[in-house]
């Protein structure tokens, strides 16, 4: 069974821009969260989803933003970016939507903006 | 609001050593717990998780964890450190089964001596 992919693996945008990053679950997995890691913050929950539907948001702000389609791939955007922006974003993927079903991640998308 | 504390943001050990690395979480309510390890370059990969059955868990590469309600911890062990153990660790926490959102703690890097 093929893992999670997400794409682009590396990215490189400049402040102002806006980047759209892409997350295919393991076939049969219902849900997808987003996570930043950043080595002064950690690993911050963006997003999670399931059946399309929004469950749970973390705290950043209105430039962050997802969806999840029908087929249960996601895709996260970033509006305006900022130096601060530059991260590693997981995502990850489970059965359901709940902390009893495990969580497979992906390899991230690392983003540079400068 | 529920958070995890790593002690240690390194911790280093021979090899054949045991390995030990601290987690303690804060919560009003038994949460879902788990261990994560991160390889360089990749995403997370789950260790183990406890989810309110045996307090004594035990996951994949020769680790387990206990979970003392009493001490509000869920430390992570293995008798004998391997080369291969090396990597960066994380303890995370769910706050009940109806999401899969993860808080994590902020790692902790376990480098193995030779």
């Known amino acids: 069974k093929a893992g999670v992919t997400q794409t682009p693996r590396y990215l490189i945008k400049t402040r102002g821009q806006q980047v759209t990053l892409s997350c295919s679950p393991i076939?049969?997995?219902?849900?997808v969260s987003w996570y930043q890691q950043t080595p002064g913050q950690g690993l911050q929950f963006l997003f999670e989803y399931f059946s399309e539907t929004q469950r749970n948001k973390g705290n950043f702000p209105g430039r962050f933003s997802g969806r999840q389609f029908s087929n249960s791939r996601s895709e996260m955007n970033v509006s305006t970016l900022e130096l601060g922006d530059s991260a590693l974003y997981l995502c990850?993927?489970?059965?359901?939507?709940?902390?009893?079903?495990?969580?497979?991640f992906g390899p991230g998308t690392r983003l540079t903006v400068t | 609001a529920q958070s995890v504390t790593q002690l240690g943001s390194h911790v280093s050990v021979s090899e054949g050593a045991l390995v030990l690395l601290r987690c303690n979480y804060s919560?009003?309510?038994?949460?879902?717990l788990f261990w994560y390890v991160q390889y360089p370059n990749q995403g997370l990969q789950l260790l183990l998780k406890y989810t309110s059955a045996a307090t004594l868990v035990k996951g994949i590469n020769g680790f387990e964890a206990e979970f003392k309600k009493s001490e509000t911890s869920f430390h992570l062990t293995k008798p004998s450190a391997h080369m291969s153990d090396a990597a960066e660790y994380f303890c995370a926490v769910s706050r009940s089964s109806n999401t899969g959102k993860l808080i994590f703690g902020q790692g902790t890097t376990l480098q193995v001596k030779p």
């Open positions: 990850a993927s489970s059965q359901g939507g709940g902390a009893t079903y495990e969580q497979y």
């Open positions: 919560s009003s309510v038994p949460p879902y």
């Open positions: 076939s049969g997995h219902r849900s």
